[in-house]
């Protein structure tokens, strides 16, 4: 039994409430810059392993069809052209079948690779190696690195 005359109270009181919503608040704005830093690591991480696995495909394909494979890029832009080099010359030409890869939310910032592009003969193996800088819109980036003659492919941070 509760006693006689004293206030039973049960709930919130409107200041409480207040200060619990505005720890809340503030705990949600600062958790919002590096949910953004997360996004864009996994934009750039997400856009390494494509063209990753884009060259190694361009790479299978060349031994599979016992003809060179030509992929090209432009720095500052992110698009790839791979060419099937049914001639085996090292040159893309006007009449071989080229498609193009886009890589968005990402540039292709810096290249090693002479002539900005990457051949594999006809066994697979690449002609050239270099490496490639992905960067992303906070200037985030990753490099892929391809090796001269064994075409071995590995995707790095730029400090690795």
Wanted: aromatic fraction near 4%.
């Amino acid at each position: 039994m509760e006693p006689v005359g004293r206030n039973v109270r049960s709930g919130f009181t409107m200041t409480e409430l207040m200060v619990g919503i505005a720890i809340i608040g503030a705990m949600a704005v600062l958790s919002v810059p590096p949910v953004r830093a997360y996004r864009e690591t996994l934009r750039v991480e997400a856009a390494a392993e494509r063209l990753s696995m884009t060259v190694r495909s361009a790479q299978a394909r060349a031994r599979s069809r016992s003809h060179g494979m030509i992929l090209a890029w432009t720095v500052d832009e992110s698009t790839v052209v791979i060419t099937d080099d049914a001639d085996n010359d090292a040159v893309a030409d006007d009449d071989e079948q080229s498609q193009t890869a886009e890589f968005d939310g990402v540039t292709i910032s810096a290249s090693t690779f002479a002539g900005d592009q990457l051949v594999f003969n006809s066994r697979g193996r690449a002609e050239n190696g270099g490496t490639l800088t992905l960067t992303g819109k906070t200037s985030l980036s990753k490099e892929l690195r391809v090796s001269a003659g064994t075409g071995q492919i590995k995707v790095s941070s730029p400090s690795e």
